[in-house]
Each structure stands twice: as C-alpha cells, then as structure tokens.
C-alpha cells in the first residue's frame, strides 16, 4: 500500500459516532502544510480507533504516519494487541491547530487546543467534562521511509504540553466551550 492509499484510509472527519470538527490556519509553506497534514492524519486515526470497540484494523497506519521508534512506544506490546475499547469512545471533539512551525528543515512542530468536553465513554464518563481543554504537540522530522522517498512522520506527542505557555493554556481553556449544538 502506497502513502497516499493509507491516508485515503483515515477519515479526518472521524466517525459518526465521534465526528472531529478543525480549526484549521492558512499554511503558505508546501513543506509545514505537508506536516501539518501528517500530524492531522495521526490525530485523526488516534480519535477514530478510541471510537471502535476493536480498534486493531486500522492499527497498521500508524506505521504510515509515524517513526518505527514512535510506534514502538505508543504500542510496546506492538499495535494489534489486547486493545478494546469497550465501550467506545463517542462525541463531538473540536480542535483547533494553534501553530504550525518549521523547527530546522528537518523538524516541525503541531500544536493543538482540544475540546474534549462532549466526548467520552457511554455510562462512563460523566459530559460535558469539567477539564476539557487539551493542549498537545506533535514533533514531526523528515525521513526516509521504507521506500527510500522522504516524508514527515510524527515522532513525538506532547499531551498537556506546557511548552506552549500559559497564553496558549488561556486561550485554549477560553475557547474548549463547544455544546453539541455547534455542530449544526
């Protein structure tokens, strides 16, 4: 499977059960818009998976949008094992990409405020949530991947990153106030 037939496979849109809804900024730059598409992809397929009881049949993706190394730590059992998400996660998620940043020429950095307040497990979670602003990273570099062509994969997620400041923790706890009602 080529790069793009697996990107094809990731609905950016999420599920039905758990649609994603973008804040997405202009990006001039071919070379940080090519990131942050990679870094969207992987937020992507992270929500989608939590949204599927077996979320193993898309778990070969992973390999597709992040390092062998990065794989290797979100999965160190390996992606296709004991993983069930019963129930599954549903609900609306808003998410805003803050930043997009060329960090040398082979590294990038994604920087999002999520709205978790309306996703959750059925008869788990108790929604909305009272802590429902994230703020997360993701750290791309530009490497050859196993067909020798150069790509952006995510080798780092940073969750709460507080990297971002206290600014970015405001702006993103001012704006993570989403009801299901704006998705119309």
């Not at 649609?19 to 942050?36: F, G, K, M, T």
């Not at 949008?65 to 993983?83: A, C, I, K, N, S």
């Not at 490497?143 to 994969?153: I, N, S």
Request: glycine share 8%.
């Amino acid at each position: 499977m080529s790069h793009e037939q697996a990107f094809e496979q990731i609905p950016t849109e999420g599920a039905a059960e758990k649609p994603l809804v973008w804040r997405l900024p202009e990006v001039d730059d071919a070379n940080l818009a090519d990131a942050l598409r990679v870094s969207r992809l992987t937020m992507a397929l992270d929500h989608y998976r939590a949204s599927m009881f077996d979320p193993t049949e898309y778990s070969h993706l992973y390999r597709y949008v992040m390092t062998e190394r990065m794989v290797d730590v979100q999965f160190p059992d390996g992606p296709h094992t004991g993983l069930r998400n019963d129930p599954p996660n549903s609900g609306p998620v808003w998410i805003w990409v803050l930043e997009v940043v060329g960090v040398s020429q082979l590294q990038a950095r994604v920087s999002y405020c999520v709205d978790y307040g309306w996703s959750g497990r059925p008869g788990v979670d108790t929604l909305p949530r009272v802590s429902r602003a994230g703020l997360e990273s993701h750290d791309l570099v530009w490497e050859a991947g196993a067909d020798g062509e150069f790509r952006w994969v995510v080798d780092g997620i940073w969750n709460q990153d507080s990297a971002l400041g206290p600014e970015y923790r405001d702006e993103c706890d001012a704006w993570a106030s989403h009801t299901p009602d704006d998705l119309d």
